[in-house]
């Protein structure tokens, strides 16, 4: 729940800031959506270098054996999946849409494309990782460990706020005409 709940709680304070200041929050949850895949990025690969978040085992040549494991089993490198997926692919797409495309004058679609992208690189890898200590008898019941779960909303939310954005009219002045 860490990054789920630390996203809930960015998010309502960006909500707050934008009310303050009279700024559009989807607008500012936009700009912001478009840095966070940075973060993710170091993050994962701290959680690699740090040995935590370990992958299921397996035998594929890039397996690592992770020295706090206490099994001596090659697991998957999870955390560098998800650095290359939650970080650097989900980066691209956005900087491409921010530079290349209307997204970012049109508020929400950003922030819903990176949930979206955040939410479906979280579900697949989780297939490769190792579920939580504590919730592994969760994730036998469920067949699904909780940053899968936890992941659903996310990808909802993003959904609408695309559908949402993409009805929204483009605000760029090159398409105000002005009356002769």
């Known amino acids: 729940m860490s990054f789920h709940g630390g996203a809930a709680g ?33 993050g994962r690969l701290a959680n690699f270098v740090n040995g935590e978040l ?65 939410g479906l690189a979280r579900f697949t890898v989780e297939f490769f990782r190792e579920p939580d200590a504590q919730l592994v008898g969760f994730a036998a019941r469920t067949g699904l460990h909780m940053g899968q779960w936890l992941t659903v909303p996310m990808i909802a939310a993003g959904i609408y706020l695309v559908a949402a954005a993409w009805q929204r009219s483009v605000d760029h002045p090159a398409q105000v005409t002005r009356s002769q």
Do not use: N
Request: glycine share 10%; hydrophobic share 55%.
């Open 10 to 42: 960015v998010s309502l304070a960006l909500i707050l800031f934008a009310r303050r200041h009279g700024l559009e929050w989807l607008r500012v949850h936009d700009y912001v959506a478009c840095t966070v895949p940075i973060g993710l990025f170091f």
């Open 54 to 118: 370990w992958g299921k085992p397996t035998d594929v040549p890039w397996a690592i054996v992770f020295p706090g494991s206490h099994d001596g089993l090659a697991r998957h490198p999870s955390q560098l999946y998800e650095a290359g997926l939650e970080g650097l692919v989900l980066f691209a797409v956005l900087a491409f849409l921010f530079w290349f495309t209307d997204a970012r004058r049109k508020p929400g679609m950003l922030v819903g494309v990176f949930l979206i992208g955040y």
